[in-house]
């Protein structure tokens, strides 16, 4: 069953934050979300419904891309390049697109939607696609950087009591050692927890940062600048806590390069940091090869990414809880009718068809600032 491209509709939606989430690059109160909705027409001319959710914040702070800018690309240099495709499906839409350099979020929200589509049309799952046989992953949950250590024992103390069974930081410098170090006091030294950088630390940090060796860490996540493989090399010889990158792991070849190279002895996967869903299955594959460990990172997703982070999340190589919290971690109300929810630190693999969620239409439509459809 191949299809031709149907209907295209852009959407931008408004949601507020439960409360503020502050990393070393910026503060964030509400999530502007980019999500792109597609009909794919089979031979007989049925026409299925899917839904990407773009994952590219509203500056470019985190990667080069944003909101503003993937909708853009999208409208003017990709979605072009699918129309002119005759057997569409989510196999070949990165190949359709490779002669556009970069812009790996705005890709993956297309090959999302048609992955998404074709699933429905074949009345299956994500999870059935991956062959994933696990039914719930554990949960963690990323917790901004505070004011005062007091705020952030405090924010810490609520995650662990949801249930939550691993804890990341994110730390800069100047909230780092003393901060991670009441953190681990407060929650024992048998909780998992790890930190995240997002680059905010240069080369010369190595000797700060070895002192977070003291605190029983799982990882220290991208602590320098992504094109700095080899910086995280020397860093990985020079700490003892696992170096895990992030912003740096764009494709698999560059994953496989920067394993060699040891900068990376666990790895993050984001789907929308590598272009899709599709590329975040052979990174796994590949790290699993090597022996490197991966989880599952997340972008303050609605239902429809969480849903199928969770299902990703679900194969073998993902053997440390990822960022897949409940959706009322970061909302107080989702786009979906089925939110990730915690049970028991855990979340359920989605069972359903297509990525495994489904529209709350009236509740989309309140949230939607704005709706634009695409020839
Ligand atoms: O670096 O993992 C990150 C959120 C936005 C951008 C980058 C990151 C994050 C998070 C939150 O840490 C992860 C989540 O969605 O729970
Ligand atoms: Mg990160």
């Known amino acids: 069953m191949t299809f031709a491209l149907g209907a295209v509709e852009l959407r931008r939606i408004a949601l507020p934050l439960v409360s503020p989430f502050r990393t070393s690059f910026g503060s964030q109160t509400e999530r502007d979300i980019l999500l792109v909705r597609v009909e794919l027409i089979d031979e007989d001319g049925t026409a299925s419904e899917g839904w990407g959710e773009c994952v590219a914040l509203s500056e470019p702070s985190y990667s080069p891309e944003y909101v503003d800018g993937a909708e853009h690309v999208i409208t003017h240099h990709l979605l072009p390049r699918l129309r002119a495709a005759d057997r569409l499906e989510a196999a ?36 059935t696609m991956l062959g994933v046989t696990r039914t719930t992953i554990p949960s963690g949950v990323s917790v901004g950087i505070h004011d005062s250590t007091e705020e ?55 000797a700060h940062l070895r002192r977070l060796d003291d605190f029983g860490l799982l990882l220290i996540e991208q602590p ?11 860093l990985a010889a020079e700490v003892e ?19 060699e190279l040891g900068a990376c002895e666990i790895a993050n996967i984001k789907p929308g940091r ?11 594959d590949l790290c699993v090869t090597k022996d490197v460990p991966v989880w599952c990172g ?78």
Do not use: W
Request: hydrophobic share 45%; charged share 20%.
């Open 224 to 234: 320098l600048p992504e094109d700095d493989i080899v910086g995280h090399a020397h």
């Open 152 to 206: 952030l024992l405090a924010a810490v103390q609520g995650y662990v009591d949801d249930g939550y069974v691993r804890i990341k930081l994110k730390i800069e410098p100047g909230f780092d050692i003393d901060q991670v170090g009441a953190v681990r006091e407060l929650i024992g030294p048998d909780t998992p927890l790890q930190v995240d950088a997002n680059t905010a630390y240069r080369r010369t940090d190595g």
């Open 92 to 127: 070949v839409v990165a190949p359709l697109l490779a002669k556009m350099h970069g812009h790996p979020m705005a890709k993956a929200a297309l090959e999302m939607a048609v992955l998404d589509a074709q699933l429905r049309a074949r009345s299956t799952s994500f999870a």
């Open 274 to 284: 590598v272009g899709g869903y599709l590329e975040a299955v052979r990174i796994h």
């Open 241 to 259: 806590t696992p170096i895990c990158l992030d912003e740096s792991l764009v494709s698999a070849a560059g994953t496989a390069d920067a394993i």
């Open 298 to 375: 997340g972008m303050l997703e609605t239902g429809i990414g969480r849903a199928a982070n969770a299902a990703l999340a679900a194969l073998p190589g993902f053997t440390l809880p990822g960022d897949i919290s409940a959706s009322t971690r970061f909302y107080a109300q989702d786009i979906v009718t089925d939110p990730i929810t915690i049970s028991d630190g855990h979340v359920a693999v989605p069972t359903g068809v297509g990525l495994g969620f489904e529209l709350d239409m009236r509740f989309l439509d309140e949230v939607t600032t704005r709706t634009r459809s695409v020839p």
